[in-house]
């Protein structure tokens, strides 16, 4: 990857944001949870689709990140959806994972 996250210790908690490419994350996103150590750390993914859901994503995560808690209520927008009308969505979502 061309750019690296600098003081990832500071971070206790990783909004992770990625589309579903076949039924799981781009292999980017797989370099990426490779590359720090996520032990301790809360991983939140939330994602976009075409229809298929988020497939794999989340059980990849673990296995990569196995020492880390991943938020499973993951947030996941569709092709289709009107975005503009989603953000009380997000917002209830946020509520629901304890972030806001």
């Not at 990832?8 to 797989?30: R, S």
């Not at 990569?64 to 092709?79: G, Q, T, Y």
Request: aromatic share 14%; hydrophobic share 35%; with cysteine.
């Amino acid at each position: 990857m061309k750019t690296h996250v600098e003081n990832m210790d500071q971070y206790q908690t990783v909004y992770l944001g990625f589309p579903i490419w076949w039924y799981t994350m781009p292999q980017a996103m797989f370099t990426f949870l490779e590359e720090y150590d996520f032990s301790g750390k809360t991983i939140i993914p939330f994602t976009t689709h075409g229809g298929y859901g988020v497939g794999s994503s989340v059980e990849d995560i673990k296995k990569l990140c196995p020492d880390a808690s991943v938020n499973e209520k993951i947030f996941e927008l569709e092709r289709d959806d009107n975005i503009p009308a989603k953000q009380e969505e997000v917002e209830k979502w946020l509520k629901e994972i304890g972030m806001k």
